[in-house]
């Protein structure tokens, strides 16, 4: 009955990753046709983001252990499509009730719903840090959709800082595709880590740093300068190490500061910040 | 060096001709702007809040870090739009600035 009753009503789902399709598909099957809109120019949000047409790459390269997730929901909704209707490249920007505001294309459009379900997803929680404005720095979510959707890196030499398991499943991303990984600057506690050991296990070839206190990153805005360099300053419990990029796979040693920098790092860098990390008390 | 993103693998695609301030650029379809831009150079745009240049940031279409415009006035996102033959791209804001401190 209350399906009979909503069919003649507007359900209007907006993003189009995993949640948005299968909350699609289960209103299919409910014999429902809804409007799914969506702010990228294709389905799959942004774990499971699909390159453009055109692009080559299989679905292990693109997904590893989660390419038949990926497969399974790209199809689900190549089946679906049909069925609903579908509005790509269109960014709510507003809502009233009863009808949201939108815009596509440069122009502003209204659509109306008798139900409205969100499927926004979520975004990079970011830690900031002194110089984490500077050109050159990304967010972590931001290099791996560089790689993933466009199959390059956000730089020559790439540091990555935070902490949690994206911080070494999007470093060794960079490392499987050829990109140069730096190092990978972990914030986060002992005790943590000890937890995600077993997922985060595999990032070889890449200097790690644990248990950093991140204060500061330096990126260089113009590549080929003397100031380009991608720079983190970091102290481990207190006291401070230094570390040379160039020195591919080398550990820290106690010193003033944690410095990443030198050839290794020119000409154009790169740093993605993930976190939450710790900060410096300088930078609370 | 002159660029800032480094393509790692589908390179074999078609070219794609632009401008970016007047100047022609050569890029790959399927490209976003972005790549296109910052595979040839270091920066997007001057920063409208102070002497800085702006590169990007989410790559998601959040951040608005990334505008550029059409030379008709256009505003896009270089992360979230991508290359067409023909584009004329002007990394200058044509509307008027915020007043720059320092």
């Not at chain 1, 207190?238 to 944690?258: I, S, T, V």
């Not at chain 2, 480094?6 to 301030?21: C, F, I, S, Y």
């Amino acid at each position: 009955m209350a399906t009979a009753r909503l069919s003649s009503n507007k359900v209007v789902i907006v993003g189009a990753g995993p949640a948005g399709i299968r909350c699609a598909e289960t209103l299919v099957a409910a014999g429902l046709k809804p409007i799914l809109i969506d702010e990228n120019r294709r389905d799959g949000g942004q774990i499971y983001r699909r390159q453009p047409e055109g692009f080559t790459r299989d679905y292990a390269t693109l997904y590893g252990t989660e390419a038949g997730k990926a497969r399974d929901l790209h199809q689900s909704f190549d089946r679906l499509r049909g069925s609903i209707d579908y509005r790509p490249d269109t960014l709510v920007w507003n809502l009233t009730p009863g009808q949201l505001c939108c815009v596509s294309q440069g122009k502003h459009t209204t659509v109306d719903y008798d139900a409205l379900i969100l499927c926004t997803g979520a975004t990079d929680r970011l830690m900031p840090i002194e110089g984490w404005q500077l050109a050159g720095t990304y967010s972590l979510g931001g290099a791996q959709i560089a790689l993933k959707s466009q199959a390059v890196s956000i730089g020559h030499s790439v540091v990555f800082m935070g902490s949690g398991p994206l911080l070494y499943l999007v470093a060794s991303q960079y490392v499987k595709a050829g990109a140069k990984v730096a190092a990978v600057l972990d914030t986060s506690p002992l005790s943590k880590r000890i937890l995600a050991m077993p997922k985060t296990a595999g990032a070889s070839g890449i200097a790690v740093h644990r248990d950093e206190t991140i204060g500061a990153a330096v990126s260089g805005e113009n590549p080929g300068t003397p100031r380009d360099q991608t720079s983190a300053s970091a102290g481990r419990r207190g006291k401070r190490c230094q570390w040379r990029a160039g020195q591919h796979g080398a550990r820290g040693k106690p010193d003033d500061q944690l410095r990443c920098r030198g050839p290794g790092l020119s000409p154009a860098p790169g740093n993605a910040i993930g976190g939450p990390g710790r900060l410096s008390p300088a930078f609370r | 060096m002159k660029g800032r993103f480094v393509r790692l693998a589908e390179q074999g695609r078609p070219t794609v001709n632009l401008k970016v301030d007047g100047a022609a650029i050569e890029a790959l379809q399927g490209d976003t702007l972005i790549v296109a831009l910052l595979t040839q150079g270091s920066a997007l745009r001057q920063s409208e809040f102070d002497s800085g240049r702006r590169a990007g940031f989410c790559l998601m279409g959040a951040c608005q870090d990334c505008w550029v415009w059409t030379r008709s006035g256009e505003r896009l996102r270089a992360c979230s739009n991508e290359v067409r033959e023909g584009l004329d791209i002007v990394t200058t804001q044509p509307e008027a600035t915020w007043p720059l401190h320092g």
